[in-house]
T-cell receptor, first 114, second 117 residues
Framework: GNSVTQMEGPVTLSEEAFLTINCTYTATGYPSLFWYVQYPGEGLQLLLKATKADDKGSNKGFEATYRKETTSFHLEKGSVQVSDSAVYFCALTLSTSGTYKYIFGTGTRLKVLA | GAVVSQHPSWVICKSGTSVKIECRSLDFQATTMFWYRQFPKQSLMLMATSNEGSKATYEQGVEKDKFLINHASLTLSTLTVTSAHPEDSSFYIC?????????????FGEGSWLTVV
């Protein structure tokens, strides 16, 4: 079946530290991959996406590369800020599904300390 | 940008009662809305796909009679948890799909915490 596995949190970092949140997937077909972020008290917001192998999604200093050979989509940021504290969800949707069903990972809570 | 709003954000209800959660697209029309639930430390699980003017499509294992979904207009979908029990306590989140520029974009609501006591 289709699934997304992401590292369990919480992840606690100091400001300006390097961030990596691992995400791997299993899927039949050719999924599109996403990272969503949920700030406290808010809904999920799209952070970045990649629709095919070797694509790199980037936004707000975050980036992730669609690696088909390792079935991974790890999220990285070179220097985190306190304002990046949130829960991050890795997700996939299959372009052949027709109904845009998303399959999510469990979410990883990031806490950045000043 | 597009906004999806859920109400209420928090609700506590007694076992055996029903509770309704609303999902509204505030500045766009959404022909398709989705309902998810999330247990602690688990993934968001899709419960059902709600299409305006037609019956919802439920995922395998989701009880249609327990989780009533109504999508009466292009801006509102409701989830009613009937005869709620403590095991229904969870985080429920909706999303709405809008097509723009040949692409479908999904926007999520803030989520609703349900506690059944």
């Amino acid at each position: 079946g289709n699934s997304v596995t992401q590292m369990e949190g919480p992840v606690t970092l100091s400001e300006e530290a390097f961030l990596t949140i691992n995400c791997t997937y299993t899927a039949t077909g050719y999924p599109s991959l996403f990272w969503y972020v949920q700030y406290p008290g808010e809904g999920l917001q799209l952070l970045l996406k990649a629709t095919k192998a070797d694509d790199k999604g980037s936004n707000k200093g975050f980036e992730a590369t669609y690696r088909k050979e390792t079935t991974s989509f790890h999220l990285e940021k070179g220097s985190v800020q306190v304002s990046d504290s949130a829960v991050y969800f890795c997700a996939l949707t299959l372009s052949t599904s027709g109904t845009y069903k998303y399959i999510f990972g469990t979410g990883t809570r990031l806490k950045v300390l000043a | 940008g597009a906004v999806v709003s859920q109400h209420p954000s928090w609700v506590i209800c007694k076992s055996g009662t029903s509770v309704k959660i609303e999902c509204r697209s505030l500045d766009f029309q959404a022909t398709t809305m989705f309902w998810y639930r999330q247990f602690p430390k688990q993934s968001l699980m899709l419960m059902a796909t709600s299409n305006e003017g037609s019956k919802a499509t439920y995922e395998q294992g989701v009880e249609k009679d327990k989780f009533l979904i109504n999508h009466a207009s292009l801006t509102l979908s409701t989830l009613t948890v009937t005869s709620a029990h403590p095991e229904d306590s969870s985080f429920y989140i909706c999303s709405a799909s809008v097509r723009s520029g040949g692409e479908n974009t999904i926007y999520f609501g803030e989520g609703s915490w349900l506690t059944v006591v």
